[in-house]
């Protein structure tokens, strides 16, 4: 994970701080309603997964051996991706600045830290 980013365990909806935030754990309040996610900074979301997404557009991708379900289907994304990674037993949200792309690949700065995932 970038230096500058800044870690998160306790929140109730995720309020980006800083040029990019990591987000560990579920909402301390899950039946909040939270606003839109903000794509001012960088940010990256784990949590327990819920289940894998149903999507008709979810492709398989692989981030240090781990098998990721990956939505949207397209090889990059603008905005927003959604992982699901089972052997983890997480389910991750990326956001890019400015709306810029997503990749699975570790080409962007979250790319980099979705790439840091990996079995204990």
């Known amino acids: 994970m970038p ?3 800044t870690v998160v365990t306790s929140y109730v909806c995720p309020v980006p701080k800083g040029p990019g935030t990591l987000f560990v754990g579920p909402s301390k309040n899950p039946g909040e309603s939270c606003p839109a996610r903000s794509l001012s900074v ?3 979301t784990i949590t327990p997964a819920r289940s894998r997404p149903g999507d008709a557009c979810t492709r398989l991708g692989k981030a240090n051996g781990l098998v990721v379900y990956v939505i949207p289907c397209a090889v990059t994304a603008v905005g927003i991706t959604f992982w699901t990674v089972d052997s ?3 389910q991750v949200t990326a956001t890019q ?3 810029a ?3 699975t690949q570790s080409s962007t700065v ?3 830290v979705l ?3 990996h079995m204990a």
């Open 101 to 103: 792309i997503v990749g």
């Open 42 to 44: 960088d940010s990256v």
């Open 115 to 117: 790439h840091t995932l």
């Open 97 to 99: 600045a400015g709306g």
């Open 88 to 90: 983890l037993g997480v």
């Open 110 to 112: 979250v790319g980099r």
């Open 3 to 5: 230096k500058d980013w």
